[in-house]
């Protein structure tokens, strides 16, 4: 499984648009990018998952380069609401085990 | 759908004593998998259930049994608790898209205190 690395907090303010960038140098070809979000005592919820380019639903996009050894996940106009742990993972595509690394703590200002 | 469901929500035992966590899947996922959080960590992951059969496990030790049923839902075992047992549980469940990526959603935990 694939190793990833993205940063332990980030502040930001009600509107603004938040990217959270995490980094997977040794991502395979058959791996996935996938995006959780934690809140204090729950379980992670799903919040995007790509393979590559562009990836957007209803509350986030997913950018991921041509080399894939990062991705970024855009929360747009963020609010209060938002603040939470968000975890980066990679695994390959038939493989169901996640492992989680530190997480990053987002926390929104009003 | 209800979702990933587990139970009991909150749960207190002593030093060596069993505990056993349910779980059951949402609905059309047929693997689970059961991972401890540690208070400011994120979560383990400790084994995997898929067709009643452990599928693969994580770094703990055998105190930590499952069962998964035919009805996908499953239980955790923990025997002889110590007092750094005590975390929340997740359950999570998840099937294989048509499109190669993994659905994969958690239940809301189950908070285990080991005093």
């Known amino acids: 499984l694939a190793k990833t690395t993205q940063p332990i907090s980030m502040d930001s303010y009600e509107g603004q648009e938040v990217n959270i960038t995490c980094s997977h140098n040794?991502?395979?070809?058959?791996?996935?990018i996938t995006w959780y979000q934690q809140f204090p005592s729950q379980g992670p919820r799903f919040i995007i998952q790509g393979y590559k380019t562009k990836v957007t639903n209803e509350v986030a996009s997913l950018f991921i380069p041509a080399d894939r050894k990062s991705s970024t996940l855009s929360l747009p106009r963020v609010s209060l609401s938002d603040t939470a742990v968000y975890y980066c993972l990679v695994r390959a595509g038939s493989a169901r085990q996640l492992t989680f690394g530190s997480g990053t703590q987002l926390t929104v200002l009003p | 759908d209800a979702g990933v469901t587990q139970s009991p929500t909150h749960l207190i035992k002593t030093r060596g004593q069993q505990v056993t966590l349910r779980c059951s899947p949402k609905s059309g996922h047929d693997t689970v998998s059961w991972y401890q959080q540690a208070l400011g960590q994120g979560p383990q992951f400790i084994f995997q259930y898929y067709e009643e059969e452990e599928r693969q496990r994580g770094n703990f030790p055998d105190r930590f049994s499952g069962h998964q049923f035919p009805n996908y839902s499953s239980e955790l075992n923990v025997n002889a608790l110590l007092l750094g047992d005590s975390a929340l549980y997740l359950c999570?469940?998840?099937?294989?898209?048509?499109?190669?990526?993994?659905?994969?959603?958690f239940g809301p935990g189950t908070r285990l205190t080991v005093l």
């Open positions: 040794n991502i395979a070809t058959n791996d996935y």
């Open positions: 999570a469940s998840s099937q294989v898209l048509a499109g190669g990526g993994i659905e994969q959603f």
